[in-house]
């Protein structure tokens, strides 16, 4: 979290006039918003001072005369209708920012929303919506996905999962281990391992942004760590792919194809509404394929034996097999186990 809050000495820019939400979206309170030198969004409110680093702010695009909105990470927003005063502190000047939003408003902008709608719709009538998914998953920044998947995350923690009640040493070894999974990728990805229990039973799951959940079940079901780490390999693989993510613009549809013909990809954030969608997820089979081959690649060339991921498969396909349950399954959202593993005796696995 980068919302600091601090006492800051005067700064010699004048102040935005806007209204400050704070994340719990309480009444908006007047506050004035100013950059600091080395770029960071500063808000007053009151005698209160609220930073943020220009890289975690969010700033929406100027758009005719509606609000420009600065999100803060966690949720907090700065809104003001002085368009001309954010493109002086983002450093453009209003005169240059207003005449693009003209030609933005204007003909260049309608053909080129013409185009890549006959483009959209082209692919569409030749792929599917999957393909037009995954096209509109690959224009979505790094930095919203993120946002997307926080929100996602909220509705999961509410809707399917509990705390985990795992050792907290089980869970620090894990973290390490998946640190140093990431830690090398350099993929542009925060990525964060979270552990939940529930009702899910044996499951993993990847969210938007980098985010990998555990269930306590599967760290139990496993008999070696390197088949948790093989199970975490294929959901980095998911997250790399942008897998979820592409599930849930194909699961919303219109709305996402709004989003990117309006041109304001933030709004990507609002298809978390359609995180119901991840009860029924069944990644296709190329989706799995592709996360398969990520996490045995990661197991050679890591040093592992590829038969701890075969393994992890086969035991899960054991402990889910044969339920039908309504709930997402690592297994169930998956193809067939004899497409994926070889299966041996569990007297062979050690
Ligand atoms: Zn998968």
């Known amino acids: 979290m980068s919302l600091t809050s601090t006492s800051i000495s005067d700064s010699d820019q004048t102040g935005v006039v806007g209204s400050w939400f704070d994340a719990q979206r309480s009444t908006p309170r007047p506050a004035s918003l100013s950059r600091e030198t080395d770029g960071s969004w500063r808000v007053t409110v009151g005698d209160e001072h609220i930073t943020g680093a220009a890289s975690d702010v969010q700033v929406t695009d100027r758009l005719g005369t509606v609000p420009r909105r600065l999100r803060w990470p966690g949720g907090a927003e700065?809104?003001?209708?002085?368009?001309?005063?954010?493109?002086?502190?983002?450093?453009?000047?209003?005169?240059?920012?207003?005449?693009?939003?003209?030609?933005?408003?204007g003909w260049t902008t309608a053909l080129a929303s013409l185009l890549i709608l006959v483009a959209l719709s082209a692919l569409f009538i030749e792929h599917g919506l999957p393909a037009l998914?995954?096209?509109?998953?690959?224009?979505?920044?790094?930095?919203?996905?993120?946002?997307?998947?926080t929100r996602v995350l909220e509705w999961v923690d509410t809707m399917l999962l509990d705390d985990s009640s795992l050792e907290q040493d089980t869970r620090a070894r894990l973290t390490t281990a998946f640190d140093g999974m990431t830690s090398s990728l350099d993929d542009g990805y925060a990525y964060r391992l979270l552990f939940r229990g529930g009702a899910l039973g044996p499951n993993a799951m990847a969210l938007p942004g980098g985010i990998v959940i555990v269930t306590d079940d599967l760290v139990k079901l496993a008999r070696h760590d390197e088949e948790i780490l093989a199970v975490l390999a294929h959901e980095i693989g998911h997250v790399r792919g942008r897998h979820t993510l592409r599930h849930l613009v194909q699961a919303s549809g219109v709305s996402a194809l709004a989003a990117v013909l309006l041109g304001d990809l933030s709004q990507i954030t609002a298809l978390a509404t359609a995180a119901p969608a991840l009860l029924e997820m069944r990644h296709a089979r190329d989706l799995e394929r592709e996360a398969d081959g990520f996490a045995r690649e990661w197991l050679r060339t890591h040093g592992m034996a590829e038969s701890r991921f075969d393994d992890m498969l086969c035991r899960l396909a054991a402990s889910t097999g044969g339920a039908d349950s309504s709930m997402p399954s690592f297994m169930s959202s998956h193809p067939p186990v004899d497409e994926r593993a070889a299966c041996r005796p569990a007297e062979d696995q050690r």
């Open 78 to 105: 700065f809104d003001t209708p002085d368009n001309d005063g954010i493109d002086r502190l983002l450093g453009r000047s209003p005169a240059v920012a207003a005449f693009v939003d003209r030609l933005e408003r």
């Open 133 to 149: 998914s995954r096209q509109i998953a690959m224009l979505v920044p790094h930095r919203v996905e993120a946002g997307l998947g």
